[in-house]
């Protein structure tokens, strides 16, 4: 019951006056004590939340443009009342519009990417899927595009194909794009999933790992790692970034579980998905894999 009460208090009359006493003590508002606190970074932009609610020109500055930013900031400073020389602030609130405007139109890429099904008759589609051979597999020609050779770099079955399904041509895209910015590193983890006991299939295993990126940054689960890894807007490139992150990452999980077999795929893949999570839970977490 007192707690009942307190809480009410607290809401509708202590806080304002709370409020009220110290920005007469520091001379600034909330919003401003919150961008210019925290500096640049997950910190800040995550502590925007709240402040996305309360204020309508905050909760229109989500979905403008890049050029309109500059705007919606001076907006926000004329309705709080913070004078307009204050550059650290501007400065910090323009970033965090960006991180955040941003996210949100990076899902949306990276969705349409995911939403577009791979094609043998598309020229572009079945020219990359030959990238990923030619950058994999150098020394060894393909035979056939329709060939068991497929196998060789960790497909199912003879046409690659039929393994996009479930991510479309996003899970091309990465397993290309790794392979094409850390070619050593894939070779090498190419050849770890062959191994005789603790082997798996590399390019099933990477669609899996594209799933598993997707599904982190639709949550918003990957808001932290991609707010203190780029000061301003999140592109495709960051999100290709944090995939090779994961492929990395999980061929060295993988070897140091040592799981009994490939049957327990699941398991482990739910288990690495966990740490992920873990991580991104740190404010000040970056997960990139330098090259």
């Not at 990417?113 to 030619?134: A, C, F, G, M, T």
């Not at 000061?231 to 490139?237: A, D, F, H, K, T």
């Amino acid at each position: 019951m007192l707690a009942t009460l307190w809480g009410f208090l607290y809401s509708r009359w202590l806080r304002f006056w709370l409020k009220w006493l110290v920005r007469l003590l520091t001379g600034k508002c909330e919003l401003q004590r919150v961008v210019e606190a925290g500096g640049r970074g997950a910190r800040t932009t995550l502590r925007l939340g709240p402040w996305l609610l309360a204020l309508q020109v905050l909760r229109s500055a989500v979905h403008v443009d890049e050029a309109d930013v500059e705007k919606c900031v001076r907006d926000i400073m004329k309705e709080k009342k913070i004078e307009q020389r204050n550059t650290g602030f501007k400065a910090n609130l323009h970033i965090c519009l960006l991180q955040i405007s941003g996210y949100k139109k990076l899902y949306l890429n990276v969705e349409s990417l995911r939403k577009v099904p791979y094609d043998s008759d598309n020229k572009e589609h079945e020219e990359q899927l030959i990238e990923l051979w030619n950058l994999l597999m150098p020394h060894e020609s393909l035979k056939a595009r329709i060939s068991k050779q497929w196998c060789d770099i960790g497909f199912q079955g003879d046409d690659p194909k039929t393994d996009f399904r479930g991510m479309g041509m996003l899970g091309l895209v990465n397993l290309v794009y790794f392979s094409k910015h850390y070619t050593e590193e894939a070779r090498q983890i190419l050849s770890h999933s062959n191994h005789p006991k603790l082997g798996y299939s590399y390019a099933i295993v990477g669609i899996n790992l594209t799933e598993m990126a997707y599904s982190l940054l639709k949550s918003g689960a990957l808001k932290p790692h991609l707010y203190n890894a780029v000061s301003g807007l999140p592109q495709l490139e960051h999100f290709h970034q944090f995939y090779c992150y994961l492929v990395y990452e999980f061929d060295k999980f993988w070897f140091e579980e040592e799981p009994e077999s490939i049957m327990h795929f699941n398991q482990y893949r739910e288990k690495f998905h966990d740490k992920i999570k873990g991580l991104l839970l740190d404010y000040d977490v970056i997960l990139t894999l330098k090259s």
